[in-house]
């Protein structure tokens, strides 16, 4: 069961409000996307824990029906450097 | 092998080895793109590192996503800290902080 780009942003917005979220679809199968996610909630967080908020976000579908989610974190003013 | 001893093998492993990488495939012959690239950036960095295929092992390929809380593989542990999968891997090595890590926790020669 493959996924929709505008889920996955959903999904993000919902445990993340403030997230600015872009997903690419890089095959077209809905199962291998792109995701840069900015949020103030990553601030002072390390890679590994900001990447685990957006896989709880995406509620365990990382790795099942999200086979590949190609992840980009960020903090809002690190976007703008 | 139950849940504790896949725990206890993997707490050894990272602990033996300075550098781990779990992985789909070996090293000579990954199998999956994701675990290629961190072969190919750990190969390109030049340190010695030990690999675990979890393709051979479905208990070991749920169980070091549960140790982690991490839900893909790659997963790289550097000195048995979890470093990240492919992306954070990458990022790191753009970035200038992968090469150094990988450095100090690997005896030079």
Redesign the interface.
Known sequence: MAMQAGEIESLIKAALPDAVVVVEDLAGDGDHYAATVTSERFRGLS??KQ??LV?QALG?R???ALH?L???TNVPDQENA | MSENDVEARIKREITENPVMLYMKGTAMFPQCG?SARVVQILNHVGVPFATANVLEDPDLRDGI?QFS????IPQLYVRGE???????VT??FQSGELEPLLKQATPAG
Do not use: S, Y
């Open positions: 890679r590994v990447h685990q896989f365990g990382m790795g099942g590949a190609a992840l980009q | 994701f996503k809380n991490w839900p893909t979890f470093i990240g999968g492919c992306d954070i990022e790191m």
